[in-house]
Every structure is written in C-alpha cells, then in structure tokens.
Nanobody
Framework: QVQLVESGGGLVQPGESLKLSCAAS????????IGWFRQAPGKEREAVSCISSRDGSTYYADSVKGRFTVSRDGTKRMAYLQMDSLKPEDTAVYYC?????????WGQGTQVTVSS
C-alpha cells in the first residue's frame, strides 16, 4: 500500500527555517517524482516544488525559488523540503504527493505557521 506521511511543521518567526519530511512506504521512492504542495486558508492548493525520479531535476514555484530546497534519500525512503527565510505568506498546510500507477497518493499534511 502506497503511503506518505509528512512531519516537521510548526510555528516559526519570519526569517526562520523549517525542514519538512515525507516518509514513503509501499513503493520505491527513487522511481517516482515527489511533489510538494501547500494550501493556505481560503486558498486553493498550489504546487511548491518537485523532484524528478529520472534525473533528480527540481522545480520550484516562483514564490519559493531561492528559499526552499527539495531533496530525497531513497535509502531512507524520505523526501525533504528545506524552507529558509520563511515569510508569513508561507503559512499553509504542506503536503507531499506521488503518482504510483493511475492515481495520486497524498500525505495527511503538516501545518506550517510563520508569525511574529
């Protein structure tokens, strides 16, 4: 059974950092692209970043480019989202996602709150 579990969220002040983790089970992480998404209150879920299974290439939304770094460790079955220089507008529930077969699997999400 494909499963993703996020962790690492919390309450931080503007300018601080957090590292989110996404624990994968039921599939080989090295073979699938992992995406990170977020959803702020009253807003639609948006793509934040992803890391390709093919060559490890990465994508970042313009709003996080230069501040966030996506990575993965297949041996640990983990994907990560390092978030630096956090801003209040980064406040959201963050999700990881994978497509194995015909459907997408989402984690349960982890709350990130950036506030002074």
């Amino acid at each position: 059974q494909v499963q993703l579990v996020e962790s690492g969220g919390g309450l931080v002040q503007p300018g601080e950092s957090l590292k989110l983790s996404c624990a994968a089970s039921g599939f080989n992480l090295d073979y699938y692209t992992i995406g990170w998404f977020r959803q702020a209150p009253g807003k639609e879920r948006e793509a934040v970043s992803c890391i390709s299974s093919r060559d490890g290439s990465t994508y970042y939304a313009d709003s996080v480019k230069g501040r966030f770094t996506v990575s993965r460790d297949g041996t640990k079955r983990m994907a990560y989202l390092q978030m630096d220089s956090l801003k209040p507008e980064d406040t959201a529930v963050y999700y990881c996602r994978v497509r194995v077969g015909v459907g997408y699997t989402w984690g349960q999400g982890t709350q990130v709150t950036v506030s002074s």
